[in-house]
């Protein structure tokens, strides 16, 4: 038989001694941390939310009294790293960064060897940011209106790029499609660089990537941003209408959140912990402030609005792939 973390929490309940086991997890809880904290993030290097946990976690080292490490596990659509979270031990040592695939990939892929919610054990919500959809500076559609009604009167004309297949982009032009009924030819990319590229190069017409990758073009005048998906407007762009007023009830609301999660059977006294570590870091305006700047909304969420807000993500992105016809991996 193999050995595997359920393997052991089972035969440990069996023991006689099992309050005794709950006490040494006590015990730990109460010297936690006493070695690094290693954070997996499934995702390359360099990306925004990897930039900005890193800062985190030099702040975190300080108030754990350990050193926090960032340690990027990417590949196959963030299912290894998220995997390797799922299959490690609940310490509080091994914990997980992510972001919409967690929610997304039980649609995406036929098969992931993990349950985003019975394997994992929320810590802290920790970043926010919707999609917004732009069009080149230069594009005649200065609303949603604009782009819906040329859409339906040239049914076909229209393309938008995204960075590949579950991405934000993705997720939100097929939702407008199905909002509208209109049709829009989706044409994916390599990440957020190249899909503003294919705009300005004129091979697509419109997109719909996170909020902050577009922020500094649509501020420059380079791109237009004619509404965002979250349910309120967003401070940076105030003047941009959400989705919900440019469709009035056929509007939707999608956004990529950004946490910290465990292996489930992490002791809630570990979890607390790390929340309050993470929780006192975000709250600093030297890390908050620039994270805000550059277009995200900062959560700080406990841990059971974390499970709650996953299981709402895994039914929205669920009902996408379910109405659009995307085709599972």
């Given at each position: 038989?193999?050995?595997?973390?359920?393997?052991?929490?089972?035969?440990?309940?069996?023991?006689?001694?099992?309050?005794?086991?709950?006490?040494?997890?006590?015990?730990?809880?109460?010297?936690?941390?006493?070695?690094?904290?290693?954070i997996i993030m499934p995702y390359q290097a360099g990306v925004?939310?990897?930039?900005?946990?890193?800062?985190?976690?030099?702040?975190?080292?300080?108030?754990?009294?350990?050193?926090?490490?960032?340690?990027?596990?990417?590949?196959?659509?963030?299912?290894?790293g998220t995997e390797y979270v799922a299959r490690a031990i609940?310490?509080?040592?091994?914990?997980?960064?992510?972001?919409?695939?967690?929610?997304?990939?039980?649609?995406?892929?036929?098969?992931?060897?993990?349950?985003?919610?019975?394997?994992?054990?929320?810590?802290?919500?920790?970043?926010?940011?919707?999609?917004?959809?732009?069009?080149?500076?230069?594009?005649?559609?200065?609303?949603?209106?604009?782009?819906?009604?040329?859409?339906?009167?040239?049914?076909?004309?229209?393309?938008?790029?995204?960075?590949?297949?579950?991405?934000?982009?993705?997720?939100?032009?097929?939702?407008?499609?199905?909002?509208?009924?209109?049709?829009?030819?989706?044409?994916?990319?390599?990440?957020?660089?190249?899909?503003?590229?294919?705009?300005?190069?004129?091979?697509?017409?419109?997109?719909?990537?996170?909020?902050?990758?577009?922020?500094?073009?649509?501020?420059?005048?380079?791109?237009?941003?004619?509404?965002?998906?979250?349910?309120?407007?967003?401070?940076?762009?105030?003047d941009v209408p959400t989705m919900h007023e440019a469709l009035?009830?056929?509007?939707?609301?999608?956004?990529?959140?950004?946490?910290?999660?465990?292996?489930?059977?992490?002791?809630?006294?570990?979890?607390?912990?790390?929340?309050?570590?993470?929780?006192?870091?975000?709250?600093?305006?030297?890390?908050?402030?620039?994270?805000?700047?550059?277009?995200?909304?900062?959560?700080?969420?406990?841990?059971?609005?974390?499970?709650?807000?996953?299981?709402?993500?895994?039914?929205?992105?669920?009902?996408?792939?379910?109405?659009?016809?995307?085709?599972?991996?």
């Amino acid at each position: 038989m193999t050995i595997t973390r359920r393997n052991l929490l089972a035969a440990a309940a069996t023991f006689a001694g099992a309050p005794l086991s709950r006490v040494a997890f006590a015990q730990e809880a109460s010297s936690f941390p006493s070695k690094p904290v290693r954070i997996i993030m499934p995702y390359q290097a360099g990306v925004p939310f990897d930039a900005y946990l890193r800062g985190m976690a030099q702040q975190m080292t300080g108030d754990l009294g350990q050193a926090v490490v960032i340690e990027n596990k990417p590949g196959a659509g963030a299912n290894i790293g998220t995997e390797y979270v799922a299959r490690a031990i609940a310490d509080g040592y091994t914990l997980l960064a992510y972001g919409l695939n967690l929610a997304a990939n039980g649609s995406l892929f036929k098969k992931i060897n993990y349950d985003p919610v019975k394997d994992f054990t929320p810590v802290i919500g920790l970043i926010r940011n919707p999609g917004m959809l732009i069009v080149p500076a230069d594009s005649p559609f200065k609303s949603v209106a604009d782009l819906i009604a040329h859409a339906k009167a040239k049914p076909g004309s229209l393309s938008y790029s995204s960075g590949g297949v579950g991405s934000m982009a993705h997720f939100c032009g097929e939702s407008l499609k199905s909002a509208t009924g209109i049709q829009l030819l989706h044409i994916p990319y390599r990440g957020a660089p190249d899909v503003l590229n294919s705009l300005f190069a004129g091979e697509t017409q419109l997109s719909f990537p996170v909020f902050p990758s577009a922020l500094a073009q649509v501020k420059a005048g380079k791109l237009r941003g004619l509404a965002v998906t979250s349910p309120r407007r967003m401070p940076q762009l105030p003047d941009v209408p959400t989705m919900h007023e440019a469709l009035g009830a056929r509007g939707f609301d999608i956004e990529a959140d950004n946490g910290i999660v465990a292996p489930i059977g992490t002791p809630r006294a570990i979890v607390a912990r790390l929340y309050q570590a993470f929780a006192k870091v975000l709250a600093d305006p030297n890390v908050s402030g620039p994270i805000v700047a550059a277009g995200y909304q900062v959560l700080g969420t406990k841990p059971e609005e974390v499970a709650q807000r996953i299981a709402k993500d895994i039914s929205t992105y669920r009902d996408v792939v379910r109405v659009s016809g995307i085709q599972p991996e």
